[in-house]
């Protein structure tokens, strides 16, 4: 066997050779148990974890293909053989396993105090890319920080402050951006309470991905959003727009001249619905890639 014993669970079930594994063998063994875990994309997080393990903290998949051939030392098995359990049997996501997520142009550490960040609330990120120079951002719920420090990173002009009603979220959030040395202002609070929205500055734009997820619906989600990401983060209430029914008076009571909401599959109706009856103006809503219709957004004159 290579490396230390995985261990009595794997035996029965591990097909590696008596020679040491080679990386493009350890990633076509990985990938082949997590589909058969039902893990979706198994072979990208496959070469994600064994890339992890032969550069720590830098994973680059490209290099597997150049040295797919060398085989895993002892140490980097074992250390492969700890992230594939937890990947396979805990189903935690890779993201964690990683330490990092990217997001549009930055590299976030995230962990389980935060949501881990999605490709479809890059779309908010594009929404703050048309703000005129130097407008004022809100990022309600900034959970790692990832649209505030996205948006810090690629509009310089704009001052933007961040918000989140979980203590452990803004300690990742003020985390990445001292890591990432981006200028945002964070507050703890629900919501906009507690917010100076003039000292913020105008035009005011809110920005926000809140929970959404209707309670019922928690046991129908991939275990590794169910069982990894934050419950705060997820859930809001029986149809998943609680939050959203608070934020939106709340956007209109500081002033906010735009409002732009990440919301879930079908919730872009009674979202634009509650904008409108808000008093806000040329309410539309964005596609994600998936053709969801995934940010509704209204303005104020
Ligand atoms: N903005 C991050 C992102 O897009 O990756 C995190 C979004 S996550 C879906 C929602 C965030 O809102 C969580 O960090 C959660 O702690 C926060 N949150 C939930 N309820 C809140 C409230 N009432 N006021 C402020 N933040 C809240
Ligand atoms: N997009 C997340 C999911 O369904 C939910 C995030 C949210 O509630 N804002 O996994």
Request: glycine share 10%; charged share 25%.
């Amino acid at each position: 066997m290579s490396g230390p014993a995985p261990g009595a669970r794997r035996a029965a079930t591990d097909p590696r050779p008596a020679a040491p594994e080679t990386r493009l063998d350890a990633v076509r063994r990985l990938a082949a148990r997590f589909a058969a875990a039902g893990i979706d994309g198994p072979r990208l997080d496959a070469e994600l974890l064994v890339a992890e393990v032969v550069d720590p903290g830098r994973p680059d998949r490209t290099r597997l293909f150049l040295d797919g051939h060398e085989p895993l030392t002892p140490s980097q098995a074992a250390t492969l053989a700890a992230l594939e359990r937890r990947r396979a049997d805990e189903r935690a996501p890779v993201a964690h396993l990683l330490g990092t997520r990217g997001f549009r142009h930055v590299d976030l550490v995230v962990d389980g105090r935060v949501l881990v960040p999605r490709p479809e609330t890059e779309l908010l990120v594009e929404v703050g890319l048309e703000l005129p120079s130097g407008a004022a951002v809100l990022d309600v719920g900034t959970g790692s920080g990832a649209i505030a420090l996205a948006l810090a990173d690629e509009r310089p002009d704009l001052r933007i402050h961040a918000t989140d009603v979980s203590p452990d979220a803004l300690a990742v959030a003020r985390e990445n951006a001292r890591r990432l040395d981006l200028p945002v202002t964070f507050h703890a609070g629900d919501l906009l309470a507690g917010l100076d929205a003039a000292a913020i500055g105008t035009p005011l734009a809110v920005l926000s991905n809140p929970p959404y997820v209707p309670d019922g619906d928690r046991p129908s989600l991939m275990p590794e959003v169910r069982d990894h990401d934050p419950a705060l983060a997820l859930f809001g209430g029986p149809d998943g727009l609680d939050v959203v029914r608070r934020l939106v008076p709340a956007a209109t009571d500081a002033g906010a001249a735009l409002l732009a909401i990440e919301i879930g599959a079908g919730q872009a109706p009674a979202t634009a619905a509650l904008l409108e009856a808000a008093g806000w103006r040329d309410v539309a809503v964005r596609d994600d890639l998936a053709g969801i219709g995934r940010v509704v957004l209204g303005r104020r004159p």
